[in-house]
């Protein structure tokens, strides 16, 4: 089916639609028209498409368009987008109607282009095309004079891709070309050794003289194709880059990779927190295998400069390290340097002895005794237990010698007795003891000692033991002497932490406790007491943990009685003694570690004690009724320094 347009306007011309066709036909089109208004057009094409438009009131003027071949509906767009090119004027599809603008507001018009099954070739669209191996922006010169002038075209850097706002035809033409234009380079990999000079040195110096290529001029446009990177590890140059980069700097390098003048430098290092003797000792043995190593490898003939002197020397009284060897060894002294004189951890290790102890002891007992004047002290008859108070002897003396037995301590003593005109004397003593002895010990010692570095911490007393004596020598003559030695008795804690990752402590601990003990019956000399931990333990930072313990209880109970009489229920309690004892002890260890980094961490360990401090003092006054205002500001803890200050916030 054929439909021709006429020839004149068609806005005063009668229109006929289009001829029936088979159903398996296409309808087809022909048009042909002379100084048709625009607006016309554009309505005609409407009710050929179906689409609908939208026209800018700037849409204005006169077409002509010839075409003796039939054309569907996609040909008939394809055409009225050319028409719509050629007057200056371009076709925005939307969502639910084609906009028509000049060309010159078309780039900034969003398209929507579902409703096409097949982009027309006219369409102006927007594309973005990704470079993979050249440069995007090196392109955009080159592709700009081929972009319309209404169209747009820019490089984005960081995606090293093109935007491109054109129509749908030329874009492909452009695809085409950077297609072509986008393959791989001849780029490669050079790996040097350097003999002389030290690699991070080479590269600044690389850098300087070839800014373009590795990008340290800032209108470098080929950044990311050539580059310089340093291998520390083994002193070696990585270059990539194409045959001629490449070329250029292994030409560079081998002009630059010369012996140092002189055979090497001295540098002095002021060390902050390592010590120098310790420092010394490490860098010898470490830089100095590596010295021998490059002296080796630069010329095995001997006759090499590299490597030739490594010295080192340190310098206590200032606590620096003096060095003489050659660039490159100078380089890894630096940086060894640099990495161990650091401030080294601290760590506040903060001890808690807990010692609680109950000794009771029940003692009762009956003793009488029967004597004759003649036979003094000797009893006839009578009962003597040890175990409680007094003895037999004590009582029949006292009775003979007309005195007042004195009681036992601790309990109620009840006595009787009498001495008769015959000369018999006779006594009895009741006795009922008891006896309880409680203490609670809290020693609290703390210190604050470096990483890995031991420390100790001592308070007792000095006690003098006996270790020889004598009163008379072999002749007979006099001369006395005593030989002692002296010893810390007290509390004492040694602990070396050791702080690994994650603010974990490892502590290596030994406890002792000592004291000495009330008088024991047949000791020769002092007795004490010792309690003792050593162990190794982990402990997080802050955390409170408990070393060890002892808990101790003792039951002892001593009875002596008259064989048969003591055995008499009720009545045997009068030829018996009974003396019972019990002793309990709890001793427990508890230790808190801190880490501390920084100066504000350890100022703030310093306030905490002195905190503690300040409460002790204020507990002080109010104990004696001194009136202390507890309002009152807190002094400065370097007041601790200044006795008289102190003391006067303390009044």
Known sequence: MVFLLPLHAIAATSMSGPATVSSRQEQTWKVNLKDADIRAFITQVADITGYSFVVDPRVKGKVTVLSSAPMNKSEIYDLFLSVLQVHGFAAIPGEEAIKVVPEIDAKQSAENLKRFKRIPGEQLITKVIQVNNANALELVPILRPMVAKYGHLAGVAAANALIISDHASNIARIERIVKELDSPSKYDVDVIQLKQAWVDD?????????????????????AGKYSVVADERSNRLIIRGDENFREKMRQLVEKLDQPAVGGGTTKVFRLQHADAKDMAKILKGVMGEVAKEMKGSSNPGGGGSAGQGFAILPDEGLNALVVRADPSIMREVDKVVAQLDVRRAQVLIEAAIVEISDDTNRDLGVQFGIGDQSGGTVPVMGTNFSNVGNSLSDIISAIASSQVIGPAAGGLTLGAGQRDKSGVTWGALIQALQTSNEANLLSTPSIITLDNQESEIQVGQNVPFKTGETTTTSGGTTNPFTTIERKDIGLTLKVTPSISSGNLVRLKVEQTTEDVTN????????????????????????????????????????????????????????????????????????????????????????????????RVNLDLHRKHDKGVDTSMAKPDVDSVFEANDFVQHSK
Do not use: H
């Open 202 to 222: 080479m590269v600044k110096l690389l850098k300087q003289l070839a800014p373009e290529e590795l990008g340290a001029s800032k209108n470098s446009g080929v």
């Open 519 to 614: 008088s024991v019956q047949n000791a020769a000399d002092i007795v004490t007491n010792k309690r003792s931990i050593k162990t190794t333990v982990l402990a997080d930072n802050g955390q409170t943990i408990v070393l060890g313990g002892l808990i101790q209880e003792n039951y002892k109970t001593v009875e002596s009685k008259v064989p048969l009489l003591g055995d008499i229920p009720y009545l045997g309690r009068l030829f018996s003694s009974q003396s019972r004892e019990k002793v309990k002890e709890n001793l427990l260890v508890f230790l808190r570690p801190t880490i501390i980094r920084t100066k504000d961490q350890g100022a703030v360990a310093t306030q905490r004690k002195f905190d503690t401090l300040w």
